[in-house]
């Protein structure tokens, strides 16, 4: 066990080395240029330009740049944001809470009704509920994201006034975060209501976030059902007249589920991706609206060194999902 | 004893959440998080909300909802006669917001004045790279390096600006809010402490409102400044509640969660406008929409042909299609509320058959051009690409042809710039200080390479701009820039497109709040009537 964590520990170091190489050149290969951007359509005279250019170091080699920034990062320094002037690291734990919240909620969401729901549907195959459940999945995973999260305000916030359009909870609550996640610092602040109005304004958000990776879960989880359940082995447990409970819950289920976690794991970076749209429609004060703001003003420090520690979460993930893995099913380990 | 104890807790309780009860609160749908609150190094309208115009004051103020301006921190100035120095009275008992993070032990003097401008001009401070990579674009950009010669303190409560040239627009200047003053014994302190950066983000200011606190990109909080020198506003608790897409900021406004919001969506205006709780304000803007053509490459060096294609773009169906009836011809470089704006001025005539005619007598035939769309929308200019699609519509009417580019915008911008630069450029400007200069300059020979798109020097224009900039005396300038608009209809450097108008949607018990038409978001003297 524990050589084959040293193993892929060992496959992460490179990789982390690809991704900011990758971040790297990505903001920069992007057209426009960061102190443009600044200037807006004021413009800024060539001498400026020049000057600026200089302070910020941007006119030196990509190979001194890149060095420059490798080392600065491997002594724990991930820039100053160009644009707010304040630590990149800093920035990213003070929202990375708010996104990590909202996601695990919509992770929750999904597995708690992906996985029975494909369960159910394997079980039933060709039945209306399997066919209903596929077509609302299929449906789901084509979901363009921004015109969802409308939708669901325009219906269930606007029409029906049932859930709050938008923010993290209601703006009477102020008080100071401790753990960064608005459910648990509403408990901690001891005030009445706090966490229902947290907990409601995380509803919309949260099944939004949850709508694609839920869909690939019921998907995924369908498809390895049925893969085992026509194994021969699960044919030896229905002839031995076990319950078909025993057999769909101890026998097909738990191997059924090596699949479906490494679709849990690849869905992390779904995740990620649905939360910058997710958190701009719901002005969630999380990372992904952090990293679209510092797309747009090419604001290079904060994009190569978002990219990288969001790319280093990623990978923290799917190493824990190898080594689930690997304790759900030992033949891993082996090999 | 217990008795009389619990009785005074619950006396005390209840006077207290009666207070809470009481405390008139604002909230406000902003469409951005502010970089932060210093209010000198960023340049943008969502940064000045948030700290200028709540936190700070200046030496001038711009007057509500209008482009002239009033004494602020400064209660009287005079100029020399030769316009280069002006010497300001200071206010006597302007008092720095206390806070839980500084408290003052003097009022305000010209030494945070002189303070103010110089962290923003002398290298050699330490506060002119207190934020890594500061620019102070805006003081840079309105040429304040060139133009401050020294900043004399002559005494606690009088200082001189003295300048290198006489600068018409330095009174208005003043007025904008990279000119905000900031307090130097805040500054003396954190320099001390060495904790610098503190400055942006625990800001003091003499403004209505004093900072509680920012929940970065969610809420910002402040509070009213009791010891504000134009009296305690009416709002106790000011919310900014940063939602950034338009169709979302509509929504929390329809369902209370915010009382007023900045820049909505054309299309839920008429949405917002039914809704028996809200108002939407609306006023013209401080601005104007473009299209400039490169007047050093043939054929556009020809004044006829300039004139031709104006001609044969029809530009009210543009503001009925893309502005959504939500602005106005624009006929001059500068806005119809702008003072001396030239009424007179006959605008170019949609007439494709004369059009047509005047590019065959100027010898022009077969032409094909590009039109350049910017690829974002601005206030000027709510939809560039379909902008472009009608004037080449209509430029094939005439016989024209011509083909849409588009780039990623600062590329654009630069792109703009280029001598060779092929065809028509569209853009926009906005105004800064409700100056004329400050729209005419675009159009300016030293303004070639940057905002001159037009690439246009025309000594006449030229002499009248630097004419313009040489008097303080308003009816001469007056008379000077209508010339100015009638040697720019005539020559065509550019065809003027549209002045747009701007909406503030806000529920109905919010009032006195004045639209401002340089585009800032000002929440002093607002009230909220229950």
């Known amino acids: 066990m524990f050589r084959y964590l040293l193993h892929k520990l060992a496959l992460i170091v490179p990789t982390i080395f690809g991704i900011s190489l990758a971040a790297f050149a990505f903001v920069r290969l992007l057209p426009g240029d960061p102190i443009l951007a600044m200037a807006g359509e004021r413009g800024v005279s060539p001498e400026r330009y020049a000057e600026l250019i200089e302070r910020f170091g941007f006119n030196r080699p990509y190979v001194v740049q890149y060095y420059e920034y490798i080392v600065r990062v491997l002594g724990g320094d991930f820039g100053i944001s160009l644009s707010t002037k304040r630590p990149v690291f800093g920035e990213f734990m003070t929202l990375f809470p708010a996104t990590l919240e909202l996601a695990l909620v919509a992770m929750i969401i999904a597995i708690l009704i992906g996985i029975p729901a494909g369960i159910f549907a394997a079980v039933k195959r060709g039945s209306w509920f399997d066919q209903a459940t596929m077509g609302v999945a299929l449906t789901g995973y084509s979901m363009p994201i921004f015109w969802w999260g409308l939708l669901l305000i325009i219906f269930f916030s606007g029409y029906l006034g049932w859930t709050p359009v938008s923010g993290r909870i209601g703006l009477q609550f102020f008080f100071k975060p401790v753990t960064g996640f608005m459910l648990i610092d509403s408990l901690l602040s001891g005030r009445p209501g706090a966490f229902w109005s947290a907990l409601s304004h995380l509803i919309l958000p949260s099944i939004v976030l949850a709508t694609i990776p839920l869909a690939v879960i019921a998907r995924q989880t369908r498809s390895a059902m049925l893969e085992v359940l026509g194994e021969d082995y699960v044919r030896t447990a229905r002839a031995k007249g076990l319950s078909p409970r025993r057999v769909i819950g101890l026998h097909a289920f738990r191997n059924a589920l090596i699949p479906v976690i490494t679709t849990i794991g690849l869905q992390v970076g779904t995740l990620m991706a649905g939360a910058i749209l997710t958190e701009t429609i719901f002005s969630w004060p999380g990372i992904g609206k952090w990293m679209i703001d510092a797309i747009g003003k090419r604001d290079y420090a904060v994009v190569q060194s978002g990219l990288l520690i969001i790319a280093l979460i990623v990978m923290a993930v799917n190493?824990?999902?190898?080594?689930?893995?690997?304790?759900?099913?030992?033949?891993?380990?082996?090999? | 004893m217990k008795t009389k104890l619990t009785f005074a807790a619950a006396l005390l309780a209840a006077t207290v959440m009666g207070g809470m009860a009481n405390a008139k609160q604002l909230v406000y749908c902003s469409e951005a998080s502010p970089a932060g609150f210093d209010p000198s190094p960023w340049s943008g309208g969502n940064d000045f909300d948030a700290s200028s115009r709540t936190i700070y004051s200046r030496l001038v103020e711009f007057d509500h909802g209008k482009t002239t301006i009033s004494p602020g921190l400064a209660e009287s100035w005079t100029v020399s006669d030769d316009g280069k120095e002006y010497t300001f009275k200071l206010r006597k008992g302007v008092k720095f917001q206390t806070t839980d993070w500084f408290t003052p032990t003097r009022e305000l003097t010209a030494e945070d004045v002189k303070f103010s401008f110089e962290r923003q001009w002398k290298k050699e401070s330490p506060w002119y790279s207190y934020l890594a990579g500061t620019g102070w674009e805006y003081f840079a950009g309105m040429g304040f390096p060139d133009l401050l010669k020294e900043i004399v303190v002559v005494d606690d409560h009088t200082v001189k600006f003295v300048l290198n040239k006489p600068e018409v627009a330095f009174l208005p200047d003043l007025g904008m809010d990279f000119a905000s003053i900031v307090s130097k014994e805040y500054a003396d302190q954190l320099e001390k402490a060495g904790t610098l950066p503190q400055f942006s983000q625990k800001p003091v200011g003499t403004g209505p409102y004093q900072f509680v606190d920012y929940q970065v990109d969610a809420v910002i909080r402040y509070q009213a400044w009791d010891g504000y020198f134009g009296g305690r506003q009416k709002i106790d608790d000011l919310i900014f509640a940063i939602t950034p897409d338009a169709a979302v900021r509509a929504q929390k406004l329809k369902a209370g969660e915010c009382d007023i919001m900045s820049y909505p969506a054309p299309a839920d205006i008429a949405g917002l406008k039914a809704d028996t709780n809200l108002n939407v304000a609306e006023q013209e803007g401080l601005n104007v929409g473009y299209m400039a053509y490169n007047t050093t490459v043939a054929p556009f060096d020809k004044v006829e042909v300039r004139k031709a294609l104006n001609m044969?773009?029809?530009?009210?169906?543009?503001?009925?299609?893309?502005?959504?009836?939500?602005?106005?011809?624009?006929?001059?470089?500068?806005?119809?509320?702008?003072?001396s704006y030239n009424k007179n001025i006959k605008d170019d005539p949609y007439d494709p058959e004369g059009a047509k005619k005047m590019l065959a007598d100027a010898g022009v035939k077969d032409l094909s051009m590009?039109?350049?769309?910017?690829?974002?929308?601005?206030?000027?200019?709510?939809?560039?690409?379909?902008?472009?699609?009608?004037?080449?519509a209509d430029y094939a009417k005439v016989g024209v042809k011509a083909e849409i580019v588009s780039y990623e915008w600062t590329e654009y911008r630069e792109r703009g710039k280029a001598k060779d630069r092929d065809g028509a450029f569209q853009l926009g400007w906005t105004g800064d200080n409700g100056d004329p200069d400050n729209f005419l300059f675009l159009l300016g020979c030293s303004a070639i390479g940057q905002s001159n798109y037009a690439i246009w020097c025309n000594k006449e224009f030229e002499d009248l701009l630097q004419a313009g900039k040489a008097t303080t005396d308003v009816a001469k300038r007056t008379e000077i820039y209508e010339k100015a608009q009638e040697v720019f209809k005539r020559e065509a450097p550019w065809l003027t497109i549209a002045h747009s108008k701007v909406?503030?949607?806000?529920?109905?018990?919010?009032?006195?709040?004045?639209?401002?038409?340089?585009?800032?978001?000002?929440?002093?003297?607002?009230?909220?009537?229950e």
């Open chain 1, 319 to 335: 190493l824990v999902v190898d080594v689930l893995y690997a304790v759900i099913n030992p033949r891993i380990r082996v090999q």
């Open chain 2, 312 to 339: 044969a773009v029809n530009k009210q169906a543009i503001i009925d299609a893309v502005y959504q009836g939500a602005g106005q011809v624009a006929v001059n470089p500068i806005p119809p509320t702008m003072w």
């Open chain 2, 370 to 392: 590009k039109i350049w769309a910017m690829p974002v929308s601005r206030p000027y200019n709510p939809g560039a690409q379909r902008v472009a699609e009608m004037i080449q």
């Open chain 2, 503 to 529: 909406f503030m949607p806000m529920n109905k018990k919010v009032v006195g709040f004045a639209m401002d038409p340089l585009g800032i978001h000002r929440f002093d003297g607002v009230d909220v009537t």
